[in-house]
């Protein structure tokens, strides 16, 4: 893949991610520009929520000695970490942005995006009652999402990953607990990270996401401009319409992304730009 090719697949995906997230098949509508919070239509639709952050936020890695999938680049190593999810994607094309003008905007809003999943904060009187435990847990906000999703995803055969990460937490609370003692934790852990402090969070998660589809919007509007044509087949009744693919874009997998990608940009996101009030930011 070279580099056109590689912001096509980027793009698309990172939209499409978005696009099952933050969506008013998930949401209860509304179409004031200034919430309070967001609301989610069940809670079978908040675990689905978390569960596809949660995905958005694992590292697109090598396996058993193969290269990255789909040409993406690896993280380097010993970095920040959210290069550790696909945010560094997006950070490589805002870097050497080939399809838009310029990518000021979209970075900006990647990089608070960023900033705000890396900042650590306090979750007071954590009650993990399962093994008589109360603490105050200093926990990254990348880190207690990705444990939530995965343990709303996985059986607690597939949670050792996670119980690790909890045993190191209560280690630094002042709580050094066995690995038994871990996967019992399991169940309170996600109780009161998921049930209370995602909750605050995702319409604020929701907004990030909102802007930064918005921001992809922006950036590939001259591109779209340029690409789009009626084609000799077109109509008054049917306007069948064509793209003008870059020369560069030759393979098929990052052809059919292309089109996709600008077939997105066709209208504007189906989600108006909204605003979370500074009151629902405060906590966590």
Known sequence: MNSIERESIILNSAWEMIDGMVNWAMFVKSDHTRLTNLMFKTSHHQLLFIILITDSLSEVRAFRGNSVPLGLKPAPPNTQPSNLTFIFHLRQVCSDPILGAGATNLSEHIEAFGSWLEVEFEAAGVNLNAINIVADLQVARYRYIKTCGDIAKHNLARLATNAGHIRKLLKAAGHKVSEEEAYLAVKGFFNWFNDDIFLYHFSQIAEFLNN?????????????????????????????????????????????????????????????????????????
């Open 212 to 284: 930064i589809r918005w921001a992809m919007f922006e950036y590939l509007q001259p591109e779209f401009q340029r690409s789009w044509h009626l084609t000799e087949k077109a109509t008054p009744d049917f306007p069948v319409y064509g793209y003008r693919v870059p020369a560069e874009i030759t393979e098929p997998l990052s052809r059919a992304m292309y089109w996709d990608l600008m077939n997105h940009v066709r209208a504007e996101p189906w989600v108006h730009r909204f605003i979370i009030s500074e009151d629902s930011k405060q906590l966590y």
